[in-house]
């Protein structure tokens, strides 16, 4: 016999542990699968935007302190992968996980509901020498790896948001930081820019420059960029390369199950509920405006109080 839960809960990042603490402190019986502790956020190295966020909090120890709040709220954490999700006939949810312990064990977990907030993982940019040098001059988390390059020269792929943040973190230790953007206009918001910019001369801009191989000897030497005016190539090099190029949702085990976008997002409003009756998604795995941690907690709270009336009216009917 699977363990039978109110409410299963995907994903460990600001919108599953909002939902786990709504979901406790609403009395469901709920679990969370944590596969990455904290989700993207925890590997941002400063959380800036987030109301009440003032003293330059690390995205790792903010999360933290919800998952910290959401076990003392009365959710359970278990350290696994989901991959497998299915809605049988009596109408309850079987999801199925490889939890994480010494051996990874296979496990079946039965629910009345499910909260998808598996969030997103950085999106690759598919040049030349990026799997190759991966882990070898290639990151997509300066938080993690800028340590390695105390006093060198790196260069950062990406105009948005997180390309402009990142930048500014690695200034501080990299000698010299060059930001190499597609376009003239940034994505990002103009405070990252106003912010960026005002650094100074610690980060240049190579902008209408796309990347077009990563190249090295064992450990990267450079990157050659086309200019997207000229047509022609310039070479830029460098220790390390940090690519920030987007987010790619984490949805593939619900392919078949619910309405997902062109782009892989489940198909949600703001009340969360997806094309399947009993199954929600919160934060940046659904379609929505906005993809911040704010606005993450904010889903992860509505789903886990949608889930719940959901949860009343199955247990009224089949009681
Ligand atoms: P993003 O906003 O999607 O930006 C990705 C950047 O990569 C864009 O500038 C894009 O260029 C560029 N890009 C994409 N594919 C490329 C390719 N093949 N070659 C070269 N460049 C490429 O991604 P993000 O910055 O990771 O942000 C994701 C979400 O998190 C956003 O909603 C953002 O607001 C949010 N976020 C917020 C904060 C904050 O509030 N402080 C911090 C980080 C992230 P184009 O602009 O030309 O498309």
Known sequence: MPDSYDVVIIGAGPAGLAAGIYAGRAGLNSIMIEKDKGGLIASTFAVENYPGATENISGAMLSERMRQQALSSGCQI????????????NGLFETTLLETTLASNKKVLQSISVI????????????PGELKYRGKGVSYCATCDAFFFRGKEVVVIGGGDSALQEARYLAKIASKVTIVHRRDEFRATKA??????????????????????????????????????????????????F?????????????????????????????????????????????????????????????????????????????
């Open 243 to 319: 690519i920030y190029a987007g987010l790619v949702p984490q949805n593939n085990i619900f392919t078949g199950l619910v309405d997902l976008d062109s782009n892989g997002y489940i198909i949600a409003g703001e009340n969360t509920h997806t094309s399947l009756e009993g199954m929600f998604a919160a934060g940046d795995t659904r379609t929505t405006l906005l993809r911040q941690v704010v606005t993450a907690c904010a889903d992860g709270a509505v789903s886990a109080l949608q889930a719940g009336d959901y949860i009343s009216k199955f247990v009224k009917s089949n009681s």
């Open 78 to 89: 278990m350290l696994g992968e989901a991959t497998f999700v299915e809605k049988k006939p």
């Open 116 to 127: 998808a907030a598996t969030g997103t993982t950085p999106r690759m940019l598919g040049v």
């Open 192 to 241: 990252e820019v106003n912010a960026t910019r005002a650094i100074g001369d610690k980060i240049g801009f190579l902008l209408n420059c796309i990347p077009v191989e990563i190249y090295g000897a064992g450990i990267v030497q450079g990157v050659k960029v086309q200019d997207t005016q000229s047509g022609g190539f310039v070479d830029v090099p460098c220790d390390g390369v």
